[in-house]
């Protein structure tokens, strides 16, 4: 679970348009995946999760969507505001092997939103 | 209801001394989890406390070490400082060692 990466470091997008970021993990046997949002000089924060029996969960504004078959994660955030320009991080844990929650965190996407 | 917070907020230690950091995790809970975030990298798991031992540990060295005490809070602490310590350290809290983690926001330490 050591290995979540991300394909792009960097997103800009328009004010209105929809971002899509995404991720890539390795470790098959993680069962909870979450994607946080770090806005500079805090700590990360809660967006949505997704468990491995789902393949696409939908919160307010955000959707997640996982692929099991190719180990693929995107958060998809509809109607992109400026307040969430911040880096975004996708992590997995492995509850059922491990029995605890440690979380493997990606380098993250920052995000930049465009007036 | 306090959320998760750390103190201090920033710190500067010079190579070779010794640091100790503390958090006080959010009010309920009972874990306290530690992550370490180089500057553009991702947190990185060092360990968690629970129940006052240390349950899981992260591929950190030994000159890393906690404690958690009865009251749920816990201390971070960093020996024989290296340039490479210099970090954001984390700490989030859960209920339970399986619980969602809420993170505070952070000590920001410089090693010079």
Redesign the interface.
């Given at each position: 679970g050591?290995n979540?990466g991300l394909h792009l470091p960097t997103l800009s997008v328009q004010e209105g348009d929809n971002s899509i970021i995404n991720c890539a993990y390795s470790n098959s046997a993680s069962d909870y995946f979450i994607w946080y949002k770090q806005e500079s000089?805090?700590?990360?924060?809660?967006i949505i999760?997704i468990r491995s029996n789902m393949d696409k969960r939908q919160g307010q504004r955000v959707t997640v969507l996982l692929n099991k078959t190719v180990k693929h994660l995107s958060l998809q955030i509809a109607a992109t505001q400026p307040g969430d320009s911040a880096v975004y991080?996708c992590?997995e844990i492995d509850?059922l092997s491990?029995?605890?929650?440690?979380?493997?965190?990606?380098?993250?996407t920052r995000l930049t939103v465009i007036p | 209801d306090a959320g998760v917070t750390q103190s201090p907020t920033h710190l500067i230690k010079t190579r070779g001394q010794q640091v100790t950091l503390r958090c006080s995790p959010k009010s309920g809970h009972d874990t306290v989890s530690w992550y370490q975030q180089a500057l553009g990298q991702g947190p990185q798991f060092i360990f968690q406390y629970y129940e006052e031992e240390e349950r899981q540990r992260g591929n950190f060295p030994d000159r890393f070490s906690g404690h958690q005490f009865p009251n749920y809070s816990s201390e971070l602490n960093v020996n024989a400082l290296l340039l490479g310590d210099s970090a954001l350290y984390l700490c989030a809290s859960s209920l339970g060692t399986g619980g969602e983690q809420f993170f505070g926001p952070g000590t920001r330490l410089t090693v010079l």
């Amino acid at each position: 679970g050591e290995n979540v990466g991300l394909h792009l470091p960097t997103l800009s997008v328009q004010e209105g348009d929809n971002s899509i970021i995404n991720c890539a993990y390795s470790n098959s046997a993680s069962d909870y995946f979450i994607w946080y949002k770090q806005e500079s000089g805090k700590g990360p924060q809660f967006i949505i999760d997704i468990r491995s029996n789902m393949d696409k969960r939908q919160g307010q504004r955000v959707t997640v969507l996982l692929n099991k078959t190719v180990k693929h994660l995107s958060l998809q955030i509809a109607a992109t505001q400026p307040g969430d320009s911040a880096v975004y991080f996708c992590a997995e844990i492995d509850v059922l092997s491990t029995g605890a929650n440690n979380l493997f965190f990606g380098t993250g996407t920052r995000l930049t939103v465009i007036p | 209801d306090a959320g998760v917070t750390q103190s201090p907020t920033h710190l500067i230690k010079t190579r070779g001394q010794q640091v100790t950091l503390r958090c006080s995790p959010k009010s309920g809970h009972d874990t306290v989890s530690w992550y370490q975030q180089a500057l553009g990298q991702g947190p990185q798991f060092i360990f968690q406390y629970y129940e006052e031992e240390e349950r899981q540990r992260g591929n950190f060295p030994d000159r890393f070490s906690g404690h958690q005490f009865p009251n749920y809070s816990s201390e971070l602490n960093v020996n024989a400082l290296l340039l490479g310590d210099s970090a954001l350290y984390l700490c989030a809290s859960s209920l339970g060692t399986g619980g969602e983690q809420f993170f505070g926001p952070g000590t920001r330490l410089t090693v010079l």
